[in-house]
T-cell receptor, first 111, second 115 residues
Framework: SQQGEEDPQALSIQEGENATMNCSYKTSINNLQWYRQNSGRGLVHLILIRSNEREKHSGRLRVTLDTSKKSSSLLITASRAADTASYFCATDYGYGNKLVFGAGTILRVKS | NAGVMQNPRHLVRRRGQEARLRCSPMKGHSHVYWYRQLPEEGLKFMVYLQKENIIDESGMPKERFSAEFPKEGPSILRIQQVVRGDSAAYFC?????????????FGSGTQLSVL
């Protein structure tokens, strides 16, 4: 399977703490993307990192990519209660934008 | 600029009935993807379409499921003779005509419940 796998499956932290989620994949990729899903809603794109990039920032988000280990991490700094959601990594393979999603990490930020 | 629109938001069907799920991509987007999500799982790819063409249907069950994206109108995911195992959230996503590696814009999904 080329599916990304996130860990941990669930993460519970206090507001203000940092949250780190990891994603591993199995085959070569063109890019890796992170998405967020609030309960009962569609996915929202957070950040895209290409295979020739090692680190990318967007606001309180920091994503790293290690192609030698086929892994990526998403760091959310200074978390807020509103960050409570499920976070998915997705890798692209094949023609077009056919993304393969992992099972996700459920993040709960307690206020 | 409206986002990806899916309807209905919730759909209840009895076993053996047909389910039709609709998706209007973002304006200017010509690529549509359908995904299925079971509770507490990630999204599973079903089918990728461009206008009037099915590009990749490798994730679609061989029987009872079909998808189209006509020249005019929304993309339709059709499930015939639904069974309880079809109960899931079905998400549509679209992207611009830029080829590989761009982000997807998702609709809010259709929650299908089969009684």
């Amino acid at each position: 399977s080329q599916q990304g796998e996130e860990d941990p499956q669930a993460l519970s932290i206090q507001e203000g703490e940092n949250a780190t989620m990891n994603c591993s994949y199995k085959t070569s990729i063109n890019n890796l993307q992170w998405y967020r899903q609030n309960s009962g809603r569609g996915l929202v794109h957070l950040i895209l990192i290409r295979s020739n990039e090692r680190e990318k920032h967007s606001g309180r988000l920091r994503v790293t990519l290690d192609t030698s280990k086929k892994s990526s991490s998403l760091l959310i700094t200074a978390s807020r209660a509103a960050d409570t959601a499920s976070y998915f990594c997705a890798t692209d393979y094949g023609y077009g934008n056919k993304l393969v999603f992992g099972a996700g990490t459920i993040l709960r930020v307690k206020s | 600029n409206a986002g990806v629109m899916q309807n209905p938001r919730h759909l209840v069907r009895r076993r053996g009935q047909e389910a039709r799920l609709r998706c209007s991509p973002m304006k200017g987007h010509s690529h549509v993807y359908w995904y299925r999500q079971l509770p507490e799982e990630g999204l599973k790819f079903m089918v990728y379409l461009q206008k009037e063409n099915i590009i990749d249907e490798s994730g679609m069950p061989k029987e009872r499921f079909s998808a189209e994206f006509p020249k005019e109108g929304p993309s339709i995911l059709r499930i015939q003779q639904v069974v309880r195992g079809d109960s899931a959230a079905y998400f549509c996503a679209s992207s611009e005509d830029r080829g590989r590696g761009e982000k997807l814009f998702f609709g809010s999904g259709t929650q299908l419940s089969v009684l």
